[in-house]
């Protein structure tokens, strides 16, 4: 039994770093979108083979979709890291503005992943776009728990989390317009004013 089990082939170990391949393929598809982005663009800005790229993901949609889920986790992560550390409606603020502070050049200008793939994929491929979108339906739930947190009744947190996910859909398109920093900021900062006349926590000061 040992001398069979010693006989079995052995695993073939990982030719290349996973996480680091799904990062490139993140950057490309999110720079490019789905529809432009070729396998031969993915195995060379992954470094990779296509048999590798094939044993490892599966096919380009597979890996869009794990590409995908990876963007809005990363999404939801920058929103729970600013809720921790800042009051409700600062964290709020600083998720929207967050691509006004260089925190990465290469990013800074393409938008949102969720967002461009639904403007990109709806009427051309439903399921994708769907799933970009319940994607961005949490991130708008999370908005409402903010809300909550900020003293806003239920009511009122649904529907102001309606409205800061159309402002943040906006706001990452029009990124994509390169506009001077003033130019995005002042429509964010003055949407804030307004949205914190209606959260009474609000009321006496910012947060």
Not at 6 to 14: A, G, V
Not at 124 to 135: M, N
Not at 153 to 175: D, I, K, Q
């Given at each position: ?66 590409c ?12 729970l ?11 709020l ?8 502070h ?17 403007l ?46 159309l402002l ?15 130019a ?9 004013r ?13 947060g």
């Amino acid at each position: 039994m040992d001398r069979a089990v010693n006989n079995l082939p052995m695993p073939r170990p990982t030719e290349f770093d996973t996480e680091r391949a799904l990062d490139r393929a993140l950057l490309l598809f999110w720079r490019k979108g789905y529809q432009a982005t070729s396998l031969a663009d993915l195995t060379e800005a992954m470094g990779i083979g296509r048999g590798s790229f094939y044993a490892a993901f599966g096919d380009k949609r597979a890996l869009f979709e794990a590409c995908l889920e990876r963007f809005a986790r990363r999404t939801r992560g920058i929103l729970l890291d600013a809720m921790r550390d800042r009051p409700p409606l600062d964290a709020l603020q600083f998720f929207l503005e967050r691509h006004l502070h260089g925190h990465d050049p290469r990013s800074a200008s393409l938008g949102c992943m969720l967002v461009n793939t639904v403007l990109e994929l709806a009427a051309v491929d439903d399921a994708l776009s769907e799933r970009a979108g319940r994607h961005l339906a949490d991130v708008q739930a999370l908005f409402e728990s903010c809300l909550a947190r900020a003293g806003c009744a239920p009511e009122r947190s649904r529907e102001l989390a309606a409205l800061l996910m159309l402002l943040n859909e906006g706001v990452r398109v029009s990124s994509r317009r390169r506009l001077a920093g003033p130019a995005q900021r002042d429509p964010i900062e003055a949407a804030f004013r307004l949205i914190r006349t209606q959260v009474p926590a609000a009321a006496g000061g910012r947060g």
